[in-house]
């Protein structure tokens, strides 16, 4: 008897009087890093050879390894589902390591049957584990109690999982900008420990040059709070908040920094003095902000806007808004992004302004009045970001179920969406504000410092993707 293919709805067994001596199945599966996270988390083994890919730099191979028995709970879950299969008892098990498992990795387990024990009903069971080169990763020996008796259940569903793996999707944000000088950046008011620390931080990775704009006594407590030397940071006095923002936004306007942060003061601060018409940074585009969040269920990243600065815009508005983040998704390697317009319906109705803007907006698209993605709408958010819910509703488009950008139409709905994103659905959000002189990091007060050095890496590569196009 060879078992290779059961069926994958029904558990059944092989009782020892079924059991033949040279009998044997096969089991196959590719490693994946959620395997080795979710092994790492059950078992508690946190080596840092298993998860830590700058450590594992380090040690043969380069590489982050699968944890020696994640090919053990292969033999076992071999042994316990097929063969024998249902009431099979483990009696003892030896494994021998031959070499390292590796992500990507395609183990085939082969088990077969090298002994009855009738007086115990046990069989003798040799293992054998190998990879897709046929190497050989594991060998050894099990010895079980068959089942005596049939047993044919359904097979009992298993929870979903999704593996939140923060840090990782953070490192792949900063990677965006890697390579890239790093940017000269004002940071207004950094007087607590997150705005601080997040400018720090993203000075420590080479995102940014900072130049702290503010109390300096109070910085520097902070700063000593948190174990951070300032030696060789600029640092710019400003009493108060709002001088904060001033002398910052002067510095941009004066071309001595390529960006700007936001700190620890409110918003209305300092894009009050973002937009002031004498003295502010404001070109012929409308200001708005991006938010880049990476929704660990969703495939790709997802740029949301305006949920920061237009409170109820207007169709002329939106034009602008759309750009803006059309343009910064082709600076984060998005080259024709998909557009998806946000209402509460998929179809025009006169009596909900934002469908009527939204069809507006996709017949400007095709005039060439907004250039650069691939719009459609009005869109409901699952038909945006739902393949599934796209097709139940017999809507055909590129955009419907595979958004790239997702248009809100005013703040409110577009605040609570990437607020619960972030909260609710773990993502990792950065934010920025696009269509001033230069761009401006603006998350919020609550962020943490991680945020706002990943939203460095955004403006860092918005800057070089700018300087590469005046170039041409």
Request: charged fraction near 20%.
């Given at each position: 008897m060879d078992i290779t293919n059961p069926p994958l709805d029904t558990l059944e067994n092989i009782t020892f009087d079924e059991i033949k001596v040279g009998d044997s199945a096969v089991l196959s599966r590719t490693v994946r890093r959620e395997d080795i996270q979710l092994f790492a988390a059950v078992s508690g083994d946190v080596n840092p050879s298993h998860l830590d890919d700058l450590y594992a730099r380090d040690i043969p191979g380069g590489e982050v390894t699968a944890h020696g028995m994640l090919s053990g709970a292969m033999i076992s879950a071999l042994l316990g589902n097929q063969f024998p299969g249902?009431?099979?008892?483990?009696?003892?098990?030896?494994?021998?390591?031959?070499?390292?498992?590796?992500i990507g990795d395609t183990l085939t387990v082969k088990l077969q049957c090298v002994e009855k024990i009738p007086a115990a009903k046990q069989v003798r069971i040799a293992c054998l584990v190998s990879n897709q080169d046929d190497r050989l990763i594991v060998d050894g020996e099990a010895v079980v109690a068959a089942p005596l008796n049939r047993i044919r259940r359904a097979r009992a569903p298993l929870p979903e999982?999704?593996?939140?793996?923060?840090?990782?999707?953070?490192?792949?944000?900063?990677?965006?900008?890697?390579?890239?000088?790093?940017?000269r950046m004002a940071v207004a008011h950094p007087c607590d420990a997150e705005s601080l620390k997040g400018a720090l931080q993203a000075m420590h990775e080479g995102l940014i040059v900072p130049v702290l704009v503010g109390p300096g006594n109070r910085i520097r407590k902070v700063a000593e709070e948190l174990g951070e030397d300032l030696t060789g940071v600029e640092m710019i006095e400003a009493a108060f908040s709002v001088e904060s923002a001033e002398k910052a936004v002067t510095l941009a306007r004066e071309g001595k920094?390529?960006?700007?942060?936001?700190?620890?003061?409110?918003?209305?601060?300092?894009?009050?003095?973002?937009?002031?018409?004498?003295?502010?940074?404001?070109?012929?585009?409308?200001?708005?902000?991006?938010?880049l969040a990476d929704v660990p269920r969703y495939p790709r990243p997802l740029l949301i806007t305006d949920a920061a600065i237009n409170i109820q815009p207007e169709l002329a508005d939106m034009v602008d808004i759309v750009q803006n983040a059309i343009d910064l998704a082709h600076a984060i390697n998005i080259p024709n992004p998909r557009v998806a317009l946000l209402s509460a319906v998929e179809t025009v109705n006169p009596k909900i302004p934002s469908t009527l803007i939204a069809a507006a907006l996709c017949k400007m698209a095709d005039r060439g009045q907004i250039r650069g993605g691939i719009l459609d709408g009005p869109l409901a958010f699952d038909n945006?970001?739902?393949?599934?819910?796209?097709?139940?509703?017999?809507?055909?488009?590129?955009v419907a179920g595979n958004a790239d950008l997702l248009v809100v139409p005013d703040l409110e709905s577009g605040n609570m969406l990437a607020k619960q994103l972030e909260y609710l659905a773990g993502g990792l959000l950065t934010g920025v504000v696009l269509g001033a002189r230069v761009p401006i990091v603006l998350t919020s007060r609550a962020d943490r410092a991680d945020a706002r050095s990943a939203s460095c890496a955004v403006v860092k590569r918005l800057v070089a993707h700018r300087l590469a196009a005046a170039t041409l």
């Open positions: 249902p009431g099979t008892v483990y009696v003892s098990q030896n494994l021998n390591f031959h070499a390292t498992v590796h999982i999704t593996v939140t793996d923060r840090q990782r999707r953070y490192e792949a944000l900063i990677a965006l900008s890697e390579g890239l000088p790093a940017v920094v390529d960006a700007l942060m936001k700190g620890s003061l409110h918003t209305d601060e300092l894009m009050s003095q973002v937009v002031d018409k004498t003295h502010g940074i404001r070109t012929a585009r409308r200001i708005s902000h991006v938010f945006a970001v739902s393949p599934f819910a796209a097709r139940t509703k017999g809507i055909v488009s590129e």
